[in-house]
């Protein structure tokens, strides 16, 4: 039987350690794909631990595609089928649409927008006091291109401890949101590529692409992430997903595919993946799900993050992490550009990620929403809708899908939840030129959702059914 110590775990909790070593092991090869995993009371009484353990770290590994199960026969390791070296890397040289105000709905399941007392806003008073007291020559100084190096060595080391991921801050590149870095990673990677996005998917993607003049193709999904037959079908040059949770299915990506996708990067210098990580922060079960730019040992992989999520819709600070091929492109091609985040917001933000305030505000934003999504979940299953509805996708992020059993068409159900101040957004309306069959399937994004009208929602859904 697989046996490890917990005599060095370091600062790992239990869990946490015997899901890295089994992990390790799983890519080292020690444990074959195929290989049935002892059972969770047996491992733990072997290795002297709780069951619970045991349960959390197997999670963790099924979460992330290492293993699955089977009912009433066990865990099994999943088959890789890696197509790429998958040696430790070494150090290497939302898209959330603005809203204006009250949508004046009873519950709009629509908006992104951040509850004011979500924002920490006495940590941040003080914050842009400090710099305003201690960096003045700083802020009358225009930072580089890429942004000024503190904030960019604190979101290095951030990503280094919680998403243990290696890069230099000079692979940093701060831009004031994603649809900015679009433009600059458009010219930079060339207008006479194919670029492509999920379907189905966050419809502004493609729209900013379009707007760009660069052609856009549509990736069909199945349960595991975009197709790798559609992207060799369609001679897709540059591939932009979101793999750790996808918007709007909820979908992770597991491991055995993001390495083909790797493999598919890696057979042509005209094939890059953007991963779109917009809110990994966010997850709220077990640890975040590793990047895809933490395994890619070809250089073909540009991360890309956002702080409208975790701070407020409003704050317009984004970043990239180029490969450093790329990097040294767009040093040499598209350096006049000057930073588009002020030197004011950029000290603050680096000031309050450098000194562990960030943490504690996503330790804090977990705690919330989890339980709004716990809140709303529990009055949906206890009312007549629990037999009705099926929930998919709720361990990630601010969203989950609702499918509703109803005779009703999906248009008359959208129009009869608007009549009960409910705004919806249908799984359907996300595809490209294509008639889905799942009807009725809703997108409820929770997070401006008030939790004390959870009871008062569900029965004016009930009502529409």
Same mark, same amino acid.
């Given at each position: 039987?697989?046996?490890?110590?917990?005599?060095?775990?370091?600062?790992?909790?239990l869990?946490?350690?015997?899901?890295?070593?089994?992990?390790?092991?799983?890519?080292?090869?020690?444990?074959?794909?195929?290989?049935?995993?002892?059972?969770?009371?047996?491992?733990?009484?072997?290795?002297?631990?709780?069951?619970?353990?045991?349960?959390?770290?197997?999670?963790?590994?099924? !979460?992330?595609g290492?293993?699955?199960?089977?009912?009433?026969?066990?865990?099994?390791?999943?088959?890789?089928?890696?197509?790429?070296?998958?040696?430790?890397?070494?150090?290497?040289?939302?898209?959330?649409?603005?809203?204006?105000?009250?949508?004046?709905?009873?519950?709009?399941?629509?908006?992104?927008?951040?509850?004011?007392?979500?924002?920490?806003?006495?940590?941040?008073?003080?914050?842009?006091?400090?710099?305003?007291?201690?960096?003045?020559?700083?802020?009358?100084?225009?930072?580089?291109?890429?942004?000024?190096?503190?904030?960019?060595? !604190?979101?290095?080391?951030?990503?280094?401890?919680?998403?243990?991921?290696?890069?230099?801050?000079?692979?940093?590149?701060?831009?004031?949101?994603?649809?900015?870095?679009?433009?600059?990673?458009?010219?930079?990677?060339?207008?006479?590529?194919?670029?492509?996005?999920?379907?189905?998917?966050?419809?502004?993607?493609?729209?900013i692409?379009?707007?760009?003049?660069?052609?856009?193709?549509?990736?069909?999904?199945?349960?595991?992430?975009?197709?790798?037959?559609?992207l060799?079908?369609?001679?897709?040059?540059?591939?932009?997903? $979101?793999?750790?949770?996808?918007?709007?299915?909820?979908?992770?990506?597991?491991?055995?595919?993001?390495?083909?996708?790797?493999?598919?990067?890696?057979?042509?210098?005209?094939?890059?993946?953007?991963?779109d990580?917009?809110? $990994?922060?966010?997850?709220?079960?077990?640890?975040?799900?590793?990047?895809?730019?933490?395994?890619?040992?070809?250089?073909?992989?540009?991360?890309?993050?956002?702080?409208?999520?975790?701070?407020?819709?409003?704050?317009?600070?984004?970043?990239?992490?180029?490969?450093?091929?790329?990097?040294?492109?767009?040093?040499?091609?598209? $350096?006049?550009?000057?930073? $588009?985040?002020?030197?004011?917001?950029?000290?603050?933000?680096?000031?309050?990620?450098?000194?562990?305030?960030f943490?504690?505000?996503?330790?804090?934003?977990?705690?919330?929403y989890?339980?709004?999504?716990?809140?709303?979940?529990?009055?949906?299953?206890?009312?007549r809708?629990?037999?009705?509805?099926?929930?998919?996708?709720e361990?990630?992020?601010?969203?989950?899908?609702?499918?509703?059993?109803?005779?009703?068409?999906?248009?008359?159900?959208?129009?009869?939840a608007?009549?009960?101040?409910?705004?919806?957004?249908?799984?359907?309306?996300?595809?490209?030129?294509?008639?889905?069959?799942?009807?009725?399937?809703?997108?409820?994004n929770?997070?401006?959702?008030?939790?004390?009208?959870?009871?008062?929602?569900?029965?004016r859904?009930?009502?529409?059914?």
């Amino acid at each position: 039987m697989i046996t490890y110590t917990f005599t060095n775990t370091g600062s790992d909790s239990l869990y946490e350690y015997l899901y890295k070593c089994i992990k390790n092991d799983i890519l080292q090869g020690n444990i074959r794909a195929g290989e049935k995993l002892p059972s969770k009371r047996t491992f733990a009484k072997n290795l002297g631990i709780s069951v619970i353990t045991v349960e959390n770290a197997y999670e963790q590994l099924i !979460a992330e595609g290492y293993i699955y199960s089977i009912p009433k026969k066990g865990f099994y390791v999943t088959d890789l089928k890696k197509e790429v070296e998958t040696e430790k890397k070494t150090v290497t040289k939302e898209m959330v649409p603005i809203t204006g105000g009250e949508s004046g709905y009873f519950a709009d399941f629509t908006s992104n927008q951040t509850q004011s007392e979500l924002f920490p806003f006495t940590v941040w008073t003080r914050m842009i006091r400090e710099v305003l007291g201690e960096n003045q020559i700083q802020l009358m100084t225009n930072p580089p291109c890429g942004g000024i190096y503190p904030l960019r060595e !604190a979101i290095a080391k951030y990503l280094k401890e919680f998403r243990g991921m290696t890069v230099l801050p000079e692979q940093i590149i701060i831009g004031a949101g994603t649809e900015y870095l679009y433009g600059l990673l458009i010219q930079l990677l060339g207008t006479d590529k194919i670029y492509a996005v999920e379907n189905p998917g966050y419809r502004k993607i493609a729209k900013i692409y379009r707007s760009w003049k660069v052609a856009c193709e549509y990736i069909d999904m199945d349960e595991e992430g975009v197709q790798i037959g559609e992207l060799q079908r369609k001679r897709v040059d540059i591939l932009h997903i $979101s793999p750790s949770h996808h918007y709007p299915t909820g979908i992770v990506m597991p491991v055995s595919r993001r390495y083909e996708l790797l493999g598919w990067a890696a057979k042509s210098n005209s094939h890059y993946i953007i991963e779109d990580d917009y809110d $990994s922060e966010l997850r709220l079960g077990g640890q975040p799900i590793p990047t895809m730019q933490s395994i890619d040992v070809s250089d073909r992989v540009i991360y890309m993050n956002t702080f409208t999520k975790t701070l407020a819709s409003t704050v317009r600070i984004s970043y990239m992490i180029l490969p450093p091929p790329l990097l040294e492109q767009f040093y040499e091609r598209l $350096s006049f550009y000057s930073c $588009s985040v002020s030197n004011f917001e950029q000290y603050t933000l680096g000031k309050f990620i450098e000194e562990g305030f960030f943490e504690k505000h996503i330790n804090r934003l977990r705690n919330h929403y989890h339980k709004k999504r716990d809140i709303l979940l529990g009055a949906i299953r206890e009312s007549r809708l629990g037999d009705l509805v099926h929930i998919s996708g709720e361990e990630a992020g601010v969203h989950f899908l609702m499918e509703i059993q109803t005779e009703k068409e999906e248009e008359e159900f959208l129009t009869c939840a608007q009549t009960q101040g409910i705004r919806l957004s249908p799984l359907s309306a996300h595809y490209h030129n294509r008639e889905t069959e799942r009807k009725n399937v809703y997108v409820m994004n929770y997070s401006s959702v008030q939790m004390e009208d959870a009871q008062e929602i569900v029965r004016r859904l009930e009502r529409c059914v």
